[in-house]
């Protein structure tokens, strides 16, 4: 690999402090990120982006070559900046009104939490998670040419250290009697609070009639009785939060037939049922 990777370093008997670096996420994007002014960004607020509802034109097809997705990577590999791409992207429909996966909004909440924290991903997440939630082994991201984290993937955990974020999130936001995550955001983070992030259970009356998966801030989230919610990642990795069962779940994958919907262990949801079984054999 051309650049080395940012280390996180696990670090016994670390405190964790509150930050306010970021006033509301009403804010729009580019006040924190000037450089995203003029481009598809400018005026959308940060919740959209968490919420994947940033209305960019972006085409996710990892079976594309000539997808934005696709384009991306091929940049990443040979050292672009992360910040010059997100920059260069256009608007396709109106902020905050449609769910549509752009891979490039979780790099652009990375641009707004570094200049509003003055900090690198990295760093900041060694503050405010990795020391406060103990994890077990150090890890690291993939960053681009100009040191800047592939927030959008390239974190290296052991699978343990994994679980130590879902577990985080299952006991809402708090380690022991420490509470890392407002109760308040993990609420919010994982839950739909519009109709075009709702997930909807599909038909057993019309095969056509597919279930679909609902979003959060960053989490997805199936269609459910349980408050099920999931972190999903390309080639088939998955956290799987279940509170009603108290149960977390972790997924590490090196798919190949990743872009083949035929071959099931590609499916999203039959992961899902895969995960939905485990957790309610051990709740027996």
Known sequence: MPWPPTTITRSPGATCRSSSSIASIEETVDSYAPELKGSGYEGVRIKDILQMSSGIAFNEDYADFDSDINRWGRGFALGSSQDEFAASLTRGGEPGTQNHYVSIDTHVLSMVLARATGKTVADYMQEKLYQPLGMEFDGYWLIDGAGAEM?????NLTLRDFAKLGSLYLHNGAVDDQQIVPAEW????????????QPTPGSDSDPAAAPSLGYGYQWWLPPSDSGEYMAMGVYGQYIYVNPALDTVIVKVSANPYYNDQSYVPS??????????????????
Do not use: C, E, Q
């Open 267 to 284: 499916r999203d949801f039959a992961n899902l049922a895969l995960f939905r079984s485990i957790a309610a054999a051990g709740a027996d």
């Open 186 to 197: 993990v609420a919010a983070s994982t839950r739909a609070d519009a109709p075009h992030l």
């Open 151 to 155: 927030a959008l993937g390239g974190l």
